[in-house]
């Protein structure tokens, strides 16, 4: 039932659409991409042309085939990350809201202060400390600064959900504390789970970007935030290599766009109030 | 079938084992409010009940007399503040260990007021019955479906095969409460806390609850605390039946003593206003019952019931009345039969 209604929401059917063509793309990369992303032996600064369709960059390399092989980084960033933070998440909420006490207080404290931390200035500090450049340090430093909103999500749920009836009931049915969590609680919330996944990727994503785009991640690797970061080095806008420019800015957008969209869905799925007919 | 049962319900600790449940100054006070302007709710206040083996008691009050507070307190979801519970002659510690309560809940079950909330939407009813079979080791694995079968037959789900694998929005409301009461069987416990099991029902299929409640009862020598807040119901359940009043126990006795010659003014008052045909308002007449259930944060010391009480006077004031001997165990907690 539910995932009939998932199958039949445009935003979900769009949002995996989008998903599906990158995975394609990151999957695929050495057989579609037309030359290797870090050959440098073309000419620089070419426009479009049958050779190089979307041109090459100021140090002569393919832009197509550095977007083609960026989407493998970017993927990986936000799709490992949205696993870490969503683990993170689980941990925190479910086990502070659960347990209570002043397990509960050290956790939602730990939230609360991640939670007024503005996002982008802490992941910029912690990034600069980091001095192993390239996509592990990235990785972690998205997870560090973005768990905290989603655990206090799931804690909520997960104080409404303890006071259930059926949860009661399972407890007088000798049910263990980790048993009740595991069979009614986090299945109960199955739904917010995911759509927390997916709007962790879309954090991730973009964080991504953001950090490579300013110089904090490992330059030398091809990925769209990178690709940004040299486009703008090199001033491709002046040099009228717009497509080098604002082609990585697109994919990032609509891979943004394919995480939030499903992100949105499963809300709505789950959300009966939230669905329209 | 009620065995004789000692007056008092003070005394000495006892082994009677047609004693199931003993309970002793049962308290349960919540605190309230944000710090600064924390206050007590006094929910329960020294409650002492006596049940037999294979007894029925109804347990009767208004909302916010703390009946759905005393069953939560004897089941261990909310943990009482004070008092003494003693199960089958044996002492429960009130700040239970996990072993303490595993081996309380399996002989303490109860059946939840709202049958579409108390089972889990994503359990079949075979996931959900087999849950205490399993975890009180009721059942070994490879019997558990046949033992689940055999209790939805006992409340009466028939042909059990076809129940099995239904999730709970494939049931009707009667339906489901007959998986919730086949749980609380699961465990073959000896008492069972029945929170209003029928208040969410269709009225058409409550008696039907009713029955198969006491055919369960009867078959199995179970003891049964039966909540209501409806007199006339009680009646047709229990051997006994004890009325609460702001936490306060203020009459208890036989089901029939209580429904045809109560003493305390507000078992009239409940007596009153139950629907019976024969008895009741007869048209013209009013009966003043006018008030709310009392603040439980400011209760005075005297006897809960005053401000409400047609025939209050100054000696309910002071402190609340002892218990009065009535015969025939009836007893009652008011000045006007001193």
């Given at each position: 039932m539910t995932l009939r209604a998932f199958l039949t929401n445009r935003r979900a059917m769009a949002g995996a659409g989008i998903l599906v063509f990158f995975a394609l793309l990151a999957g695929l990369a050495p057989l579609i991409a037309p030359y290797s992303p870090t050959n440098i032996n073309f000419p620089p600064m070419l426009g479009p042309s049958a050779a190089h369709l979307l041109g090459t960059t100021a140090n002569g390399q393919d832009v197509l085939s550095q977007l083609i092989w960026g989407s493998r980084d970017t993927l990986i960033v936000g799709l490992v990350t949205a696993t870490l933070i969503s683990g993170i998440q689980l941990i925190v909420g479910i086990f502070g809201g659960y347990v209570g006490g002043w397990i509960d207080e050290v956790l939602s404290m730990l939230t609360n202060i991640f939670l007024v931390m503005p996002g982008l200035p802490l992941m910029i500090i912690v990034a600069a400390y980091v001095t192993v450049k390239g996509t592990v340090p990235i990785i972690f430093v998205i997870t560090v600064t973005g768990w905290a909103w989603g655990a206090r999500v799931l804690r909520s749920q997960t104080l409404t959900l303890r006071s259930q009836a059926f949860v009661e009931a399972a407890q007088l049915s000798g049910e263990s504390r980790w048993r009740i969590v595991l069979t009614h609680i986090v299945p109960n919330m199955a739904g917010i789970l995911v759509?927390?996944?997916?709007?962790?990727?879309?954090?991730?994503?973009?964080?991504?970007?953001?950090?490579?785009?300013?110089?904090?991640?490992n330059v030398n690797t091809v990925t769209w935030g990178t690709m940004l970061y040299w486009a703008e080095n090199d001033e491709a806008l002046l040099m009228g290599l717009w497509q080098w420019m604002v082609l990585?800015?697109?994919?990032?957008?609509?891979?943004?766009?394919?995480?939030g969209l499903l992100n949105f869905a499963v809300d709505e799925v789950v959300n009966p109030r939230l669905r329209r007919t | 079938m009620t065995a004789p049962v000692q007056a008092a319900p003070e005394g000495s600790a006892t082994t009677d084992s047609a004693l199931v449940l003993e309970v002793r100054g049962l308290s349960k006070s919540f605190t309230v409010g944000s710090i600064g302007r924390r206050r007590r709710v006094r929910a329960l206040n020294g409650v002492d009940l006596r049940l037999e083996r294979g007894e029925v008691l109804g347990l009767v009050g208004e909302s916010g007399s703390g009946k759905t507070t005393f069953a939560r307190a004897l089941a261990f979801l909310d943990s009482p503040t004070g008092g003494e519970i003693w199960l089958e002659g044996v002492r429960q510690p009130l700040q239970p260990t996990p072993r303490d309560l595993?081996?309380?809940?399996?002989?303490?079950q109860m059946i939840f007021?709202?049958?579409?909330?108390?089972?889990?939407?994503?359990h079949t009813v075979y996931r959900t019955?087999?849950?205490?079979?399993?975890?009180?080791?009721?059942?070994?694995?490879?019997?558990?479906r046949a033992a689940c079968a055999e209790l939805l037959e006992s409340v009466g789900l028939v042909p059990a095969t076809d129940f099995l694998d239904r999730y709970p929005h494939e049931l009707s409301g009667g339906q489901r409460q007959r998986v919730g009461i086949a749980r609380a069987l699961a465990a073959r416990p000896a008492l069972i806390l029945a929170d209003e099991p029928t208040s969410m029902l269709d009225v058409s299929i409550r008696l039907t609850i009713m029955n198969l409640l006491l055919d369960l009862q009867q078959g199995r020598a179970l003891s049964l605390i039966f909540i209501t807040h409806d007199l006339a119901g009680a009646n047709y359940v229990s051997d006994r039946i004890a009325i609460l009043y702001a936490g306060h126990l203020l009459e208890i006795g036989p089901a029939s003593a209580l429904m045809h010659d109560p003493y305390h003014p507000y078992t009239q008052l409940l007596r009153k206003a139950a629907p019976d045909p024969q008895g009741g308002f007869r048209r013209g007449e009013r009966f003043d019952a006018s008030g709310e259930p009392p603040d439980l944060t400011e209760l005075a010391p005297g006897c809960p019931f005053v401000p409400r009480c047609p025939q209050a006077r100054a000696a309910c004031h002071p402190h609340l009345p002892a218990w009065r001997e009535l015969g025939g165990q009836h007893r009652v907690r008011c000045v006007l039969y001193d």
């Open positions: 759509a927390n996944f997916f709007g962790a990727a879309l954090y991730a994503v973009l964080s991504e970007a953001g950090l490579e785009f300013l110089g904090l991640g990585p800015g697109v994919c990032i957008a609509l891979l943004g766009t394919a995480f | 595993h081996r309380y809940r399996s002989r303490v007021q709202d049958p579409y909330a108390s089972l889990d939407r994503l019955l087999s849950q205490p079979l399993r975890s009180f080791r009721i059942a070994p694995a490879s019997q558990t």
